[in-house]
Nanobody, 126 residues
């Protein structure tokens, strides 16, 4: 069982920045893929970014060039640096982990992840 705890959400003006963190309890953290998703009110949860064990990253088109996903294996933590935030970025942000070690697959769907955090609210005001 992997526990994921997000933090770092909050209220920010458009154009501002936030950094989300996700602390994982997984002993195999360094070998697994991690992802960020978000869900806006009345919408389905959508993929934001992913990073695999070898630090290959992938982003949704809507955040490419503005968001950066990274990981610190020593701290078993994954980050999402969000810059140039827009009101449409307002959502609950979730981190997720995949349990397959050393997988090269790029995972952009919810079904590709096994464990989820409780989410952290990000609100961007105009």
């Amino acid at each position: 069982q992997v526990q994921l705890v997000e933090s770092g959400g909050g209220l920010v003006q458009a154009g501002g920045s936030l950094r989300l963190s996700c602390a994982a309890s997984a002993r195999t953290f360094s070998s697994i893929a991690m992802g960020w998703f978000r869900q806006a009110p009345g919408k389905k949860r959508e993929f934001v970014a992913s990073i695999n064990w070898s630090n290959n990253t992938y982003y949704a088109d809507s955040v490419k060039g503005r968001f950066t996903i990274s990981r610190d294996n020593a701290k078993t933590t994954v980050y999402l640096q969000m810059n140039s935030l827009k009101p449409e970025d307002t959502a609950v942000y979730y981190c997720a982990s995949n349990g397959i070690p050393y997988s090269r697959m790029i995972r952009t769907t919810e079904s590709g992840y096994d464990y989820w955090g409780q989410g952290t609210q990000v609100t961007v005001s105009s």
